[in-house]
Structure formats: structure tokens, C-alpha cells
């Protein structure tokens, strides 16, 4: 019996959420399974995985093939290096405190960069939050000016009275300028000296 370890959807509701199954090759998608071992959550972000990973190393130990898509969630979660460690200590190549030593610092690097690119998501959004509140600002300010422009109260312009204004113009033109004096007027320092 050739054993399959895939994706099965849980229930026939609208949202996708699967649950990891073990089951046998030539059974349909959602059709009977030999042993539940976890469930995928693709809706939320980041993607909830709940998983027995000891189950999963059994059952990859004894042949289950994993489909592409539980492959790929078995290798972010760790399962596939678990596995690949304990063959290493199955043939003698490696000592179990050295694979779980192996595995546990994987783990711990796994954590921290997750853990960055949660920071790193959470930078961006803040980023984009902020860049958004600017555009807004300026929307606001640009709306705020134009009611402003829309509603300004134009004040009187002060005319002077026509008679007065000729006066001034005449008063200026009567005034003599003070002419500055010819240089032929002007004794120049060589003629006073001599």
C-alpha cells in the first residue's frame, strides 16, 4: 500500500483551510485518511500551520511520499531537515545529540528571521501608513486653500479724490531739480594751483 501525505479541505465552506492527512495514494482528495496530522490556514498572514511534527517524521520514515504543496509547508516548518538529520543517524553518519543540536539552532535562526520579517513587514506598513496621513495633509491644506481663495472678502481699494490727484502731479513737475554743475563751471585743481 503506497502511503501519501497531501492536503485534504476541511469542510465545504467558502474559506479554504486544509488539514495535513496521511493517507492512501489512490484515495480521492477529500475522501478517507489514515491519520490527521495537522492543518494549513493559507487565509490569514502569515499562514497558520499547526503541525505533529514527530507524526510527520514517522510517517515520512516509513515511505510516505508528501505532496508538492505539504513538501513545501514540511520544509518551512523544519520536517524535512528533521527527517534528512535522523536518516543521518539511522546509517551511523551522525549521533542523535548532534542532529537534535543541528536541528535546535536551526530553529533558533528560523525564529529570528521570521522575527525580521515581521519588524520588516510592520516597518513598511508604518512607512505607508505615514505616507498616506502626508498625502492627506496635503489634500486637506490644498482644499482648505481653495475655500479659502473661494470665499475671500475682496476689501475696497482707498481711490483719492479726483481733484486732488492733478495737484500732486502739477506740484511735481513745478518743482525745480537742482541741476548739478557744468565741468567748464568748475575750476579745476591744475588752474587754482598755478
Known amino acids: 500500500m503506497a502511503v501519501k501525505i497531501r492536503l485534504a479541505r476541511r469542510g465545504r465552506k467558502r474559506m479554504a483551510i486544509y488539514d495535513i492527512v496521511v493517507a ?8 478517507k485518511y489514515i491519520e490527521k496530522i495537522g492543518s494549513y490556514n493559507p487565509n490569514i498572514d502569515p499562514a497558520r500551520i499547526v503541525l505533529q511534527a514527530d507524526r510527520a517524521v514517522h510517517w515520512l520514515m ?9 513538501r513545501s509547508i514540511f520544509s518551512h516548518e523544519g520536517i524535512m531537515l528533521k527527517k534528512h538529520l535522523q536518516v543521518g543517524v539511522v546509517k551511523g553518519a551522525i549521533t542523535q ?13 528560523k525564529a529570528s528571521r521570521v522575527a525580521g520579517t515581521a519588524d520588516t513587514k510592520d516597518q513598511a506598513k508604518d512607512k505607508a501608513r505615514q505616507e498616506r496621513l502626508a498625502a492627506e495633509q496635503k489634500v486637506s491644506a490644498a482644499r482648505a486653500e481653495a ?17 486732488e490727484a492733478p495737484a500732486a502731479e502739477t506740484a511735481a513737475e ?21
Do not use: L, M
Open 147 to 163: 475655500i479659502a481663495a473661494k470665499y475671500k472678502v475682496e476689501e475696497p481699494v482707498a481711490e483719492a479724490p479726483a481733484e
Open 62 to 70: 516509513v515511505g510516505a511520499q508528501p505532496s508538492d504543496t505539504t
Open 24 to 31: 492512501e495514494s489512490k484515495s480521492p482528495r477529500d475522501g
Open 174 to 194: 513745478e518743482t525745480p531739480v537742482a541741476e548739478a554743475p557744468a565741468a567748464a563751471d568748475v575750476p579745476s585743481t591744475d588752474e587754482t594751483a598755478a
Open 97 to 109: 545529540e548532534a542532529a537534535d543540536a543541528k536541528f535546535a539552532d536551526w530553529k533558533e535562526g
